[in-house]
Structures are given as structure tokens and as C-alpha cells.
């Protein structure tokens, strides 16, 4: 066998997500990131497109807006190899990273109609971690990668107690991940983690066609109190091509090999999801919202490469092609209810609000690729509205609950481009602990 | 502030940007050679293996790419480690740089890969797996393993990489591998006769056991004595040493003072140094002796330089043996098959219930057993010791005659062979009718020694000349009246025509005529007169027929008419012109006779019975002188010469003389001598023939036994003929004028070239320096003549293979006693039946005439003799040495009569018509019948022993060959491997199928013969400077099997269990599926989707 092999492992890693799973935050916003995620059925500005497109419906007038949140996820992994020997403790080196999105909504006509359109990005959290570091079977880095939904909207004030709205989206996804791959033949000469048999592989795929939609409703069933539903359908990663680099492992056995084509695609789907809100107003300058989020992970069991290159005069072997694989996520549903609210005191507002969110990723299957558990979020922020405009800021913090995976749990595998493999070499054992920071900025302005 | 402004651009310089760059490429972390590369995964796998937990391969990745090892380290990496150095050579050996890339194309070129694609590679690997394990297991044959194993330095380093290294280096293996494989893998065209042959080797292996002839003697013991006892005039100019083995394989430790020297004990004084169990030397307690290795030499132990030896120097006739233009070995054995007899299905047992049903020979008719029965049978020769000490004496004392002797021997036979019209028939007794002549010759003494001293005379030499002229020359030959000689040789004999009348020639009949005289009575007739000469008076009267004189035998006295009268006391009887008139004189030659004014006086005796008067009358008158007189012809006179008889029998007209006494000559049939044979007898009047045959004749009449040559010659004459001579009827052999038409007369023109030959000159120039040998106190003619009548006489107790003391001649005739000769005769006659039937079966004639000319012809060089093969008196040295030492042990056994009758020809049965032989033979027709696969095989062999072009390879060869002759006496190691290797080839076993399938389909992919050079360097030394003569693939097996021994690591020699574990592990390592071959193969197979 070969170092071949190893190409076919590169493209497995690197099609993994940044975005999947549990590394999305529930925020949307910087105002929903304030009233910690609660913002279904009080969505009432032009973000709502994202939280509940019913919402613009109350928009008056054109309204542009711009937002940005610095999100930086950290964490540290103290990982167990397969050998079972505890390595010390490694860190994310990524600082985090600000997310931008920005939108118009215009209201037609007698403004029971409201259209609205902009660019959103999830609140992930990005990492980079050392090239040799303990982790690098489950992640070098997926600093770059980036993804942008672009939505258009709609909404109808159907009456003035019920408003629905739509949203069509594209999702646009640019793929840039490193990841390790052992190019190891079947433990038939070295070690499954022998650093030498290491392949270091980067995947940047672009993805400009995702389409995807949500259905939002929001309904006052009293003056005081406002149920919000939204629906958020899947998205499905697929059909583009990307490229795909390979640096074939330093050991002697792959000396005279080359990697042959540079072509990659990758298929995924990303979850749809149900939010339900109910929002109270005891009085006109409070408002507190209950919400729930159903994340529909277990919709995202896997995630399927199909390489289009093979690693050439491998010793013995020849060409050695890299094909499909099937990387198993088995990632659950995962249930986040917050409570949040709102207090208003002449042009200023405050807003805090906490939530929970269930682990998207099962225990066995969380690696320095996706770290993921069960968190607590807390957001607070606030917003000054000036006659026309408004500017505003939210801070927030994720704490994701301590995960300790033993090497008998461990169902990650080494990524290996080598079919045959003798026995299956997992690689997220250990202790993973993570904590999100947030910050955000909002500015809107309506004409 | 200035900090918090550099992390705010940090922090910009991070967000914009970017993961840490990616270059593609790759930075070797093994950037040494080939070799190094290999060795370094090698410890890797070995490192992962000993510490499961240590998945990053850390602790020993410095250590396995050459770093120091760690004293604590496993035992696997410490031997890896060890012989890090040596493996990388060796690899980097076998797979130099330049073969990088090739031997990277052969190994994915499709052919290959198609290989693991369809299984064959993982079920070959499989079944060699398999087959370590279950050489592993054999306990008795690791055991032999480990005690040959410690034999190190046993051949000297140009040497030392043995028979593989010229084989598979050879330039001619790819031929082999190109049709020999695909001729034995299923369907090819010698497949069946593969496998039998490599049953009939499983079942010989299998059935292995100490070989013993019941002297204590083993036959690998006598052909190493044979064959590897040096002797002095052998040698080359570069010798080639070898240390003497032991019987126990072991280097046989030099003798000082004839005792086995300290610190080696020898406490059971059988003057080899103790050893251990496992064969290493002890010392008087027990303890390993620090003994040096063999190579280099030292004084330690006895060496022998091959050159020396007869092996060593007949090798170097395997190149004309094996020339593929010729073929001679493997010819000889084809041959040899088809003299073996008929095939017939066969069954052979062996140990226990063990059997092999084969195609094997029906020893009743069976020409080359017949052969060599006769031949071993000549052991009984109660004389035998003379013949082999005469043998011994005449190549060793009188080489230049010998050589020149045989060469003129082999020369008759080579002119033989270009005479293929001399042909006597089948059923024509000759040989049968000679033999008792032969007996009646040798059965005198005397006859036999004047016979050998006859050769000495110069005269003699001339006589073949002058038959040759009378076989060629059909001229008539007459006696004028004036009594002149009439008639020349002119007129050849046409052979064209039927051999009648004068188209016969001088020689056929004078046969003709000596045969028909020979009986035949002449006798005076009745009513003879003796007339006086003057006056016509009659003297006297003789009424009765033979009154006057009576010849009872007219060819016996014509015989004693050219030969002299001798006393009591061998002197010639010397008288003057009165002859039986007169007295005589002794006289030792013809020459002191003259000198006394005399003449030697013929032996030839009318025995007149003159009466007393006229005898006395004749007397007054001169006596002899007057008959010669009287009659008008010259030595016409009571002892006749031969020129007198001529006249007297063809003379016309005939002198009156005569005719008062007699009427003229009737044959014994009653013809007219003297027109029934005219033209003929007178011819032996040219050219001193008579001188010439005078000495042969001369010793026949010395022992009164003229009848015996004049019978031969009778004999001769009744198979000259052919059956379309007018001049002899051919069908009544009681009748008349019979000849039988044998068609002796065919072989003429082929004895006109033997007699323009050497063989006649070498003989009788030689004659009295072969006269003068004495042996064992026996003169030279006696030892010859006890072996000739030995060879000759019925022979009481002897019996044919059968058991058959009776036997027939060629004609059907019973013979009651048969003699060696008889048997000799009844085997080639057998022989030559079966070559007239079989092409195959002349090949053995050819194969052993190049034999022949290999081994025994000679050359004048300057003026002497010389053999040819610089191993002929060597040869024949250890051959009479070899039967001498054989007669002795079983003459001390008390059982030479039995192992001569029926254990030696038994054993030379066993082994000619054994499975193993048998199936040799027909896999080799097959092969020569497919063509290409047998002159690639031949190329091969001749290639490897090209001494001209390939010296070195050659002298590997024989080295390796010799040291195989030299372990064949090892039984103790060679019995339990043999039969380990029989086993594994056991017809129900796959081992051997599997992996030839597997190397066919190899080969066939390796177009660029990248794994045949690979091959071929895998058995040249790795390293020739500092470990010169080890081959690369013994470097290898060396590290790999310290690795896998039972205790890992060198230094110390391989133990038993070493060998138990080391097989079982490699074996192993074919058959784990999870991180070895399979796993391998698996990954390879997997490598397109």
C-alpha cells in the first residue's frame, strides 16, 4: 500500500464544517444575541429576517442596518492518542473572529407588505490550531473558511394581530480547512500516529448555490402578548467542486509519490430548525420572551467527499485512487429554550437574557474539529435609537460543559486515504473545554 | 497602550487573515538511500510491535533511522539495530539507485497488480506462509538447521556465495524462466512430467535415510573419496582450497603426530575432534572450544586443493558436456533412458507403508542393465587385482603408450562410426564362433606370450598393410610357367556388385581357400614314381594313395611352410641345401642360420617315406637340394617354403615331377585347389608378407596350434560372405562350399582404415615395452592373457540377470555354460537392438562417443602421448583404487560373491530404474521434445560453467558442487532435511504449484528483466570488501532472522528453537492478516475504486 492513501483521508478531514453541529451559536443577531437567543416572537427591525422574517412586517419604513459580531470560541484539549497516553493540553490559536451581516427592509405600498434583503453569517466559532499539535488528526485549522446566507424576504401584516413572512436564501459557503491524514499502511510499518506518515491537506471549496428557506409567523394574541414561530428548512452543501492541497508524509515509503489532480467535492446537510417564542410586554417599556429552539442536527449524520485525484507512483502500488467516502457524524437534535428580555427607558434599551442548548454532537463524536456540548449562554446589551437611526452593542458568553471522552467512546477516526486499514485509529479521546465570547455591534438607520 | 495597539493588530492581522500558509511540498524525513529507508519502516513495524502504545513511534524513531538504541530497548529493535548497517548494504545492494524506477514500474505495471486483483498474490503468500509453519514445526530439521548453522567460513570467500549466485546471475536464466516455467505450471507441455518428477523427489526425500552397503562404507563416502582425494598430478595453475569436512560435515581438524591435537580432544579416538550435540567443538570438559572459522585458512584444520581432485579437474569437462551444441550429458541420460527397458508402470516402496506408483522400466529387458550386470560380473575374475594393478601400472609408468593405445582404439571405433555399411547380420555367430578360438588361444600360455612377443618384431609391423592391400584389391595373382609371380594390385573391389568370383576380394578369397583347405587331406597317389632325374628311369614305385607322403591338413601345412622348425629348446633347426638330408644346427635366428651358410628350415613336413634306397640315393645327390631340383620349383623340398606351394599348386603346367607322384590338389571338398582358387594364394608372395605374418604364425606353430589360427580363419570365412556370393551356397550348413552370407565382407572397407591406422603401429612399436611390465610379480602377457581367458571361458556359477547360466548364440544355438564374454556379447546385442528400434536410444552411442572423446583420447605433442583430459590417469588411478577398496571390504565381509552376483547389480538397478531417474528422464525428453525449454536449460548450464569466459563462476560451481559431495556424507543433518523438503513436496500439498504459478506470472510481467537482475543480486556478495563471498540475500535472511529468532539479537549462534521460532514467525508474518502481508496485499488491492 501506500502513501496514496493518504490523499483519500486529506479530502475527508477537510470537508468537515466549521459551521456544523453545535459550533453554530443560537444567536442571530446582536440584539438576539443581547436578549440571550429569546427573540422569536419580539423580533420587530429589520434583523428580524433571520430570527423570524414576520417580524419586518413592523418596519414603517426603509430601514438599513449593519451588524458585526467578534466571535471567538476557546478551547482547550487535552487529547488521549490511541495508545491511550495523555498529551498535554492544546489550545485554539484562532482569536476569534468578527461576523458581519447587513440588510434593507422595505415596506410597499401601505407597508402591510415589507420586503427585505441582506447577507447573514451563523455565529461559529473558528480555530487554528498547531500543525503537529495532539489534535491535528481532528483539525489543523478552518480559519478561513467562510459562509454567507443570502436572503431575501417578505412579510405580510395579514392583520394587524397576525404577520407571516418568508425568506429565500442562498447559502454561500467557502470551504478552507486543514487537517492531518495518516498515511500509515495499516499499521504494517509504523505506528497509526507516527508523525512521519502525517499528510497535511487543505480543502478550500466554494459553494455559491445552497438554496434554503424559512416560514415565520408572529401572532398577538393579546396587546400584551405575542406568539413567534419560525421554520428554518435544511440546506444541502453540494455540487460545486473544490480544490484540494496535499503535502504526502515525509516517511521514505512515499518518497517518489505525488498527488495526482487537485479536484474535490463535498456533500453535506446543514439542519433545518423550528424557533418558538412567546413574548410578554407588561408594560410598554418591558419585554420578556420565552423561546425555544429545536436544532434538527440528527438531519446531519454524515458527511460525504468524493475526491477527484489519486496519488501517483506510490511504492508498489502505482496509482492509488482516492474515492467517496462517508465520514459518520450521527450528530442529535439539539434543544436550546432562552429566556430574554428588553427594558426601555426613553431612546435607550437594555436587553439580557440567558439560554441552553443541548449538545448537537454526541460525546464520542466531538473532536478538535467540532467542540460541542451542552452549553450555557448568557447575553446583555443594549441599543440607543435616535430619530432616525439607531446604534447598538451586545456582549455575550457560551460555557460549554466539560467533556471528557474516553478512548473507548472515541468514535472519530484518524482520516487515512488508505482503504483496508486493519482497524479503525480514533483520535478525539480526552478532555475538551470551550467557552464562547461574543461582542457585537449594530447600526441601523431609517429613511 | 502601545500594547493593547499591537494586539489590536494582531488581532486585525489575524481576522483578515489568514491560517498559516500551506506548502505542498514534501520534506523527506528519510532522505538516505534505498536501503536505509527500508530498514528504518523495517524498525518502525518492529518499534509498534514492541510498544502498542507508543502510536507516534517516538521512542525508537531516531533509534530506527540509525541513532543509537537504547540498551533497554526490546530485543527485536536491539538485533535490528545491530545489523542496521549490513541490511542497508545489502538492500542498497540488491536495489542500487539506478533501479529505483524500474523496479518501480515492474511492480505496478498491470501484470503485477493483476496479481493481487485475483487473488493469486494473497493465496501464494498464504500457502508460503503455511509452508514456514510447517517447516518450523519440523524440529528434527531446525535442529540439523542450527547445527549446520554455526559451520561458518566453510568456503573460501571467492566461493563462499555458492551455486545460486552463477545460476541466477547467469545471462542465460531468463531463457530458462522464459520456457521452462510455462512448460511446467498447469497446462504447459511438460506438466505431467513435472509433477511426477517432483513426486518421485518427494517420495525419495521423504524416504531419506542413511545410506550403507552392508561394508560400513557409504556410497556418499566412497564417491567423496573417489572423487575429492587429491592427487599430484593434478592442479591448475590457481588453486582452489577447500577445507576437508568430516563425516559429520564438520571442518575435519588437521592431525599433528597423528593424533587430534589440544585444546580439540578426541575421547573416542576416532581421530575427529568431539563436538557438542550441537556440533561445536569441546574441549576435554565439555566446553566450547574457541575454534577459528575454516576461511581463512589456517593450520587448524585440513584443506585440499580442488584442482587437485578428480572432481575438481573433471568439472572442467562439464563445458564440452554441456554444450548446448552437443548435449552430451543430458544426451547420455536420454539415451540411457531408452536402454533401460520398456516402460511399464511401477511401484516403489519406501519407508514404512509408504509407495509411489510410477512409469517405471521393465528391468527384464533392459539393455543398460544387462550392461552394466556384464561389466560388474568381470569383478569375479579371481585375477581382477593383476588386471587393476596392470591398469594402474600402465598409467602410471607407461602413460605415452596407454594414450596412445587408446586413442588408436578409439579411433578403429570412431572410423567405425563412418562406416556404417559394415554391418554383420544380426543372427551371424561370429563373436560366438571366435570365442572358443579366443579360449583355445589364451588357454596357452606359451601361444599367448610368443603371440605378444610377435608384436615386437619389426616385420609385423608391415602386415597390416599388406591385409589392408588384399581386403581392398580383387586382382589375380598367378604363378607363371616359367615360375614367375604374376599380377599388381590395381583393381579395387567393386562393392557395387555381388562379392563373387574375382569381385572378391584377395583377402575374402584367401579365407575362401584357407577354409577350404582346411581339412583337406593331400596325399601321394597311388602308383607315384621316382623317376632318375637323367634318364627317366623309375627309382621306385609307391603303389598306395599317401604310399609317399600324406599332409593330413593342407592350410595347417601350408601354414607350417611359412614358419621355422624348431628343437626342444625354441632354437631353429639350421640346415644346409641337403635340408632333411643333411644335419642341422641350432640357430637363435634366421640370421645366425645364413650366417652358418644354412637356412632355418620350414616346419612344414611332407614325412616322405622315400624307402632307404631312395632315400639313400637322394642323399648322394644333395639331398633336399635335388627334390628342389627335381621339381623344378625352388624350395620345393621335404620342408616346403610357401613360395614352393604356390608353384606346386597353381603352376602350369605342372612340373612332371610332381605329377608322378601326385595328382593335383583337391580342396577338402574335392575341388581343384588349382582352379577352384586360382589367382589368389600367390598374392601373399608381394611385398614380404610372408616375413610379416611369419612372427604370428611363427607362435602358433611354436605351440603346435596351427589348427587354431587356421580354424579362425575358417570361421572368418564362413561369415565373410554375403548371401549373394555364387561362391558358396547359403542355405545347407551341413553341405558343401556353405558360408552363411553374414556379410563379414561388409566390414572390409572399414578394416582397410583401421589398418591405416595407428592401432596396428601403436601395438607392435609398443609391444616390448608392454611385454617387459611385470605386476605383482606376473609378466605382462600373463596378466593380459588371465584377464582375456577370464573374459573368454564358460564360467562355472556365472548367470545372466535372470539367473540363467545358459544362454544362446547369435543364431539361436544353446550355450550351456555362458562365459563374461557371453554375457558381454548377449548385452550388446541387446543394446544394439534396442538403438536400431530407438532414436533415443542411439543418443546413447553419441553421448558416449563425446564421452569418449572427452575423457580418454590423446594427442602426440611433440613425441609423446599425452592424454587429452588431464584427468585421465587420475580417473583411471581412483577407479582401480575405487573397485580394489570395494573387493577388499567385502572380501573381508565374507560376501564378495553375493555383492558381486546380486547386491551391486541390484543397487545399480534400484538406483537406474529408481522414481527419482525415471521421472529425471522424462521430464528432460519432454523438455527436448518441447524445444525451447531444453536448449535454454542446456544454455544455462553451459553458461555457468564456462571456465574460458566465466572463470570465477565456474570455479563457484564446482566449489559449491564439491562441498555438496563433501556434505553428502552428513547424514545426520541431510536425513532429517531431506526429508522435511520431501515432505513439503508432497503431491498433497500445494506449496510447490502454488508459488511456481505465481513466479510464472512474475516473470512473464518482468519484461525489462528488473527482478531477474534483482534475483541475481540477491546471490553476489553485498558487501565483497568487507564480508566478501556473503551473498546479500544471506545479510538479509541473517537480520530478519535475528530479529525473529526465539531470543532476539546477535551474536550468538542459532539454537534450535531460533530456527523453530524464526520460520513460525515469517510464516506468520505471511498469514497475519492485520498488520502484515495480507494487509499489505489488501491495501494494494484496494488501490482502485
Redesign the interface.
Known amino acids: 500500500?501506500?502513501r496514496?492513501?493518504i490523499s483519500l483521508a486529506l479530502v475527508l478531514g477537510l470537508t468537515m464544517p466549521s459551521y456544523a453541529g453545535g459550533m453554530a451559536l443560537p444567536f442571530r443577531g446582536v440584539r438576539d444575541a443581547a436578549r440571550g437567543g429569546a427573540l422569536v416572537a419580539g423580533a420587530d427591525d429589520a434583523e428580524a429576517i433571520w430570527l423570524n422574517p414576520a417580524g419586518i412586517a413592523h418596519v414603517t419604513g426603509t430601514t438599513v442596518f449593519v451588524t458585526t459580531m467578534y466571535v471567538n470560541q476557546q478551547v482547550d484539549y487535552a487529547r488521549i492518542?490511541?495508545?491511550?497516553?495523555q498529551l498535554a493540553s492544546i489550545s485554539n490559536d484562532?482569536?476569534?473572529?468578527?461576523i458581519p451581516s447587513l440588510g434593507v427592509v422595505v415596506p410597499i405600498g401601505n407597508g402591510r407588505l415589507v420586503l427585505g434583503g441582506g447577507t447573514w453569517t451563523p455565529y461559529a466559532g473558528l480555530h487554528?490550531y498547531a500543525?503537529d499539535g495532539a489534535q491535528r488528526y481532528g483539525s489543523?485549522?478552518i480559519?478561513?473558511t467562510k459562509i454567507l446566507y443570502l436572503t431575501a424576504a417578505a412579510a405580510l401584516r395579514v392583520t394587524d394581530r397576525l404577520r407571516i413572512g418568508v425568506t429565500v436564501q442562498d447559502m454561500v459557503t467557502a470551504l478552507?480547512s486543514?487537517v492531518v491524514l495518516s498515511g500509515c499502511?495499516?499499521?504494517?510499518?509504523?505506528?497509526?500516529?507516527?508523525?512521519?506518515f502525517d499528510a497535511?491537506a487543505?480543502l478550500k471549496q466554494t459553494d455559491t448555490f445552497a438554496p434554503s428557506a424559512s416560514f415565520g409567523i408572529q401572532f398577538d394574541a393579546t396587546p400584551r402578548l405575542t406568539f413567534g414561530a419560525m421554520v428554518q428548512l435544511p440546506a444541502k452543501i453540494g455540487g460545486a467542486t473544490g480544490t484540494l492541497?496535499?503535502?504526502?508524509?515525509?516517511?521514505?515509503?512515499?518518497?517518489?509519490a505525488m498527488?495526482v489532480g487537485d479536484r474535490a467535492s463535498l456533500e453535506m446537510t446543514l439542519p433545518g430548525s423550528v424557533h418558538l417564542g412567546v413574548e410578554a410586554r407588561p408594560s410598554d417599556r418591558l419585554r420578556i420572551e420565552m423561546a425555544l429552539h429545536v436544532e434538527l442536527w440528527s438531519q446531519h449524520d454524515s458527511i460525504s467527499f468524493t475526491p477527484e485525484s489519486s496519488i501517483a507512483?506510490?511504492?508498489?502500488?502505482?496509482?492509488?485512487?482516492l474515492?467517496a467516502q462517508v465520514i459518520p457524524r450521527n450528530y442529535r437534535n439539539s434543544v436550546s429554550p432562552a429566556v430574554g428580555g428588553e427594558y426601555t427607558l426613553g431612546d435607550v434599551t437594555v436587553g439580557a437574557g440567558y439560554a441552553y442548548e443541548t449538545a448537537a454532537a454526541p460525546p464520542a463524536y466531538v473532536s478538535a474539529l467540532t467542540v460541542d456540548s451542552s452549553k450555557h449562554l448568557f447575553g446583555l446589551g443594549g441599543t440607543y435609537r435616535g430619530k432616525s437611526w439607531l446604534v447598538g452593542g451586545s456582549l455575550g458568553i457560551a460555557k460549554l460543559r466539560d467533556l471528557d471522552v474516553s478512548l473507548e467512546q472515541a468514535k472519530v477516526p484518524q482520516l487515512t486515504p488508505?482503504?483496508?486499514?486493519?482497524?479503525e485509529?480514533m483520535i478525539n479521546a480526552g478532555s475538551y473545554e470551550s467557552t464562547y465570547l461574543l461582542a457585537g455591534l449594530r447600526f441601523a438607520k431609517q429613511f | 497602550m502601545e500594547s493593547m495597539r499591537l494586539q489590536l493588530f494582531m488581532l486585525a492581522a489575524t481576522v483578515a487573515g489568514c491560517a498559516p500558509p500551506f506548502d505542498p511540498t514534501r520534506v523527506p524525513a528519510d532522505p538516505g538511500t534505498f536501503g536505509q529507508r527500508v530498514v528504518t519502516l523495517m524498525c518502525k513495524r518492529l518499534a509498534y510491535q514492541a510498544d502498542r502504545s507508543d502510536v507516534s513511534g517516538s521512542t525508537y524513531r531516531d533509534a530506527c533511522k540509525g541513532g543509537p538504541m537504547p540498551d533497554d530497548a526490546p530485543g527485536t529493535l536491539l538485533a535490528i539495530a545491530a545489523n542496521r548497517d549490513r541490511l542497508v548494504t545489502a538492500i542498497d545492494h540488491v536495489v542500487p539507485a539506478d533501479v529505483y524506477d524500474p523496479l518501480q514500474a515492474y511492480l505496478t505495471s498491470e501484470a503485477i497488480l493483476s496479481l493481487y486483483d485475483d487473488d493469486t498474490m494473497s493465496n501464494s503468500i498464504a500457502s508460503l506462509g503455511s509452508m514456514l509453519i510447517e517447516m518450523g514445526s519440523n524440529t528434527d530439521a531446525m535442529a540439523a538447521f542450527a547445527r549446520m548453522g554455526i559451520r561458518e567460513h566453510y568456503r573460501a570467500a571467492p566461493y563462499a556465495i555458492g551455486p545460486a549466485g552463477p545460476l541466477t546471475g547467469s545471462a542465460k536464466i531468463r531463457a530458462v524462466m522464459d520456457n521452462v516455467l510455462p512448460s511446467i505450471i498447469e497446462g504447459g507441455a511438460s506438466k505431467a512430467e513435472w509433477d511426477a518428477l517432483v513426486a518421485a523427489i518427494s517420495f525419495t526425500l521423504s524416504n531419506a535415510g542413511p545410506q550403507n552397503d552392508g561394508t560400513g562404507s557409504t556410497a556418499a563416502r566412497i564417491a567423496s573419496t573417489f572423487l575429492l582425494t587429491e592427487h599430484p598430478d593434478l592442479g591448475e595453475t590457481s588453486p582452489v582450497m577447500m577445507v576437508r569436512r568430516d563425516p559429520r560435515g564438520i571442518a575435519k581438524v588437521a592431525l599433528v603426530g597423528g593424533v587430534v591435537p589440544a585444546p580439540f580432544v578426541d575421547v573416542d579416538a576416532d581421530l575427529l575432534a568431539d563436538v557438542d550435540a550441537g556440533g561445536s567443538f569441546v574441549d576435554a570438559n565439555g566446553a566450547p572450544v574457541a575454534a577459528p572459522d575454516p576461511f581463512p585458512a589456517s593450520a587448524t584444520y585440513e584443506y585440499f586443493d580442488l584442482t587437485k581432485t578428480l572432481f575438481g579437474s573433471m568439472a572442467n569437462d562439464q563445458m564440452s558436456l554441456l554444450d548446448p551444441a552437443r548435449s552430451t550429458a543430458v544426451d547420455l541420460l536420454r539415451g540411457a533412458a531408452a536402454l533401460l527397458g520398456p516402460r511399464v508402470a511401477a511401484v516403489r516402496t519406501g519407508l514404512g507403508s509408504s509407495k509411489i506408483a510410477y512409469q517405471g522400466y521393465d528391468t527384464s529387458a533392459s539393455p543398460l542393465l544387462d550392461l552394466a550386470y556384464a561389466f560388474v560380473q568381470l569383478l569375479r575374475d579371481p585375477n581382477i587385482g593383476d588386471t587393476l594393478d596392470l591398469t594402474d601400472t600402465l598409467m602410471e609408468q607407461h602413460r605415452p603408450v596407454a594414450a596412445r593405445l587408446l586413442e588408436a582404439a578409439i579411433d578403429v571405433a570412431r572410423l567405425g562410426d563412418d562406416h556404417t555399411e559394415a554391418e554383420i547380420l544380426a543372427n551371424a555367430p561370429l563373436w560366438d564362433d571366435l570365442r572358443p578360438q579366443l579360449q583355445k588361444v589364451l588357454d596357452n600360455p606359451k601361444l599367448t606370450q610368443d603371440l605378444m612377443t610377435a608384436l615386437e618384431r619389426p616385420e609385423v609391423r608391415q602386415l597390416l598393410a599388406r591385409f589392408r592391400d588384399q581386403m581392398k584389391y580383387k586382382d589375380r595373382f598367378d604363378i607363371a610357367p616359367d615360375g614367375a609371380l604374376t599380377g599388381t594390385f590395381a583393381t579395387v573391389v567393386d562393392r557395387t556388385q555381388p562379392d563373387s568370383g574375382f569381385n572378391r576380394s584377395l583377402w575374402q578369397r584367401l579365407l575362401h581357400l584357407i577354409s577350404d583347405s582346411n581339412g583337406a587331406v593331400e596325399c601321394s597317389k597311388a602308383g607315384a614314381q621316382i623317376k632318375e632325374a637323367g634318364t627317366g628311369i623309375v627309382l621306385a614305385t609307391y603303389a598306395n594313395e599317401c604310399d609317399l607322403f600324406r599332409v593330413e591338413n593342407m592350410a595347417v601345412f601350408y601354414l607350417q611352410s611359412t614358419v621355422y622348425a624348431k628343437d626342444g629348446s625354441g632354437m631353429l633347426l639350421c640346415e644346409t641345401t641337403a635340408g632333411a638330408f643333411g644335419n642341422t644346427m641350432p640357430g637363435a635366428t634366421p640370421e645366425a642360420c645364413v650366417a652358418m651358410n644354412r637356412r632355418p628350415r620350414r616346419k612344414a613336413n611332407f614325412n616322405y617315406n622315400w624307402g632307404a634306397i631312395v632315400s639313400a640315393l637322394i642323399t648322394t645327390q644333395g639331398g633336399d637340394a635335388y627334390l628342389e631340383t627335381r621339381s623344378t620349383i625352388p624350395g620345393f623340398r621335404t620342408h616346403p617354403t610357401s613360395e614352393a606351394l604356390n608353384r606346386a599348386l597353381f603352376q602350369t603346367p605342372r612340373p612332371q615331377s610332381l605329377s608322378d607322384t601326385s595328382d593335383p590338389p583337391k580342396d577338402k571338398f574335392g575341388a581343384l585347389l588349382g582352379t577352384k582358387h586360382v589367382g589368389t594364394l600367390p598374392v601373399w608372395e608381394k611385398d614380404g608378407f610372408y616375413d610379416s605374418v611369419r612372427p604370428i604364425l611363427q607362435a602358433f606353430a611354436d605351440s603346435n596350434q596351427e589348427q587354431i589360427f587356421v580354424d579362425m580363419m575358417s570361421i572368418m570365412h564362413k561369415h565373410w560372405s554375403t548371401a549373394e556370393s555364387t561362391d558358396t551356397q547359403h542355405t545347407n550348413p551341413a553341405g558343401p562350399n556353405y558360408t552363411m552370407g553374414s556379410r563379414g565382407v561388409t566390414y572390409e572397407p572399414y578394416v582397410q582404415a583401421v589398418f591405416e591406422g595407428d592401432l596396428w603401429p601403436a601395438l607392435t612399436e609398443h609391444a616390448a615395452e608392454l611385454n617387459a611390465i611385470s605386476v605383482n610379480g606376473k609378466p605382462f602377457h600373463m596378466v593380459a592373457r588371465n584377464a582375456g581367458r577370464f573374459l573368454v571361458s564358460p564360467l562355472a556359477g556365472l548367470t545372466d540377470r535372470e539367473g540363467n547360466p545358459a544362454s544362446t548364440t547369435a543364431d539361436g544355438k544353446p550355450v550351456a555354460q555362458m562365459s563374461p564374454w557371453d554375457l558381454l556379447a548377449d548385452a550388446y546385442h541387446a543394446k544394439r537392438t534396442r538403438i536400431a528400434a530407438s532414436a533415443e536410444a542411439r543418443l546413447w552411442n553419441e553421448s558416449m562417443h563425446e564421452l569418449v572423446d572427452l575423457m580418454f583420447r590423446a594427442d602426440l605433442v611433440g613425441s609423446t602421448w599425452t592424454f587429452r583430459s588431464k584427468h585421465m590417469a587420475a580417473a583411471s588411478r581412483s577407479t582401480t583404487k575405487l573397485l580394489r577398496d570395494r573387493l577388499a571390504e567385502h572380501t573381508t565381509t565374507g560376501d564378495r560373491a553375493t555383492w558381486i552376483a546380486q547386491d551391486l547389480p541390484e543397487k545399480i538397478s534400484d538406483v537406474l530404474t529408481h522414481p527419482l531417474f525415471a521421472g529425471a528422464l522424462d521430464f528432460v525428453e519432454s523438455q527436448t521434445r518441447a524445444g525451447a525449454p531444453r536448449d535454454a536449460f542446456d544454455a544455462l548450464l553451459y553458461s555457468v560453467f564456462d571456465r574460458v569466459n566465466a572463470m570465477a563462476e565456474y570455479d563457484t560451481m564446482r566449489v559449491g558442487a564439491a562441498d555438496l559431495i563433501q556434505l553428502a556424507v552428513n547424514d545426520r543433518e541431510l536425513v532429517p532435511l531431506a526429508r522435511m523438503v520431501g515432505g513439503l513436496l508432497d503431491a498433497t500439498k500445494t506449496y510447490l504449484p502454488v508459488q511456481l504459478g505465481l513466479l510464472h506470472r512474475m516473470h512473464g510481467a518482468d519484461t525489462e528483466s528488473t527482478l531477474t537482475n534483482i534475483v541475481a543480486r540477491l546471490f553476489k556478495a553485498a558487501d565483497p570488501t568487507n564480508e566478501p563471498g556473503i551473498p546479500a540475500i544471506s545479510v538479509i535472511a541473517d537480520g530478519v532472522g535475528d530479529v525473529d529468532r526465539y531470543h532476539p539479537g546477535p551474536p550468538a549462534d542459532w539454537s534450535m528453537i531460533d530456527y523453530v521460532t524464526v520460520f513460525r514467525q515469517v510464516g506468520w508474518f505471511m498469514h497475519d492478516e492485520k498488520t502484515s502481508m495480507p494487509r499489505f496485499v489488501t491495501i494494494i488491492k484496494g488501490r482502485s475504486l
Not at chain 1, 492518542?81 to 497516553?85: E, F, H, L, R, V
Not at chain 1, 492541497?245 to 517518489?256: A, I, K, M, V
Not at chain 1, 506510490?314 to 496509482?319: F, K, Y
Open positions: 500500500m501506500s496514496s492513501a492518542d490511541s495508545g491511550g497516553n484562532h482569536p476569534g473572529q468578527p487554528r500543525i489543523i485549522s480559519a478561513e478552507d486543514r499502511p495499516g499499521q504494517t510499518i509504523c505506528a497509526p500516529e507516527d508523525p512521519e497535511d487543505r492541497q496535499t503535502r504526502l508524509p515525509s516517511s521514505g515509503f512515499y518518497e517518489g498527488v507512483n506510490v511504492a508498489g502500488v502505482g496509482t492509488y485512487e474515492g488508505v482503504r483496508g486499514q486493519p482497524e485509529v
